[in-house]
């Protein structure tokens, strides 16, 4: 079984911070891309960004330049450091990871998200 857990979601004002972090754990042979998607109230989840094994990024038109993505692939977790936070980017964010496991299987997971609000 393999578990990804997110921490870091809250409640921030207007052009301020806050950075997300998601640690996967369980039976994991390697971690390939991983990634960070959210989700509006009425609306369909969106991707954000993603980060390579080898630690190349991309990330959508609405958050470059504010929101930067990384990995610690010792500790099997991704961050998602977000600046400049507007009130549009309120929403669930959850975390996404390609594992393989020690079948040398690959399997997509998700984590169970955490709610960011941008709101004065």
């Known amino acids: 079984q393999v578990q990804l857990v997110e921490s870091g979601g809250g409640l921030v004002q207007p052009g301020g911070s806050l950075r997300l972090s998601c640690a996967a754990s369980?039976?994991?042979?390697?971690?390939?891309?991983m990634g960070w998607y959210r989700q509006a109230p009425g609306k369909q989840r969106e991707w954000v960004a993603t980060v390579a094994r080898g630690g190349n990024t991309n990330s959508a038109d609405s958050v470059k330049g504010r929101f930067t993505i990384s990995r610690d692939n010792d500790k099997n977790t991704v961050y998602l450091q977000m600046n400049s936070l507007k009130p549009e980017d309120t929403a669930v964010y959850y975390c996404n990871a390609l594992i393989v496991n020690w079948s040398l299987k690959q399997y997509d997971y998700w984590g169970q998200g955490t709610q960011v609000t941008v709101s004065s």
């Open positions: 369980g039976s994991i042979s390697r971690i390939d891309a």
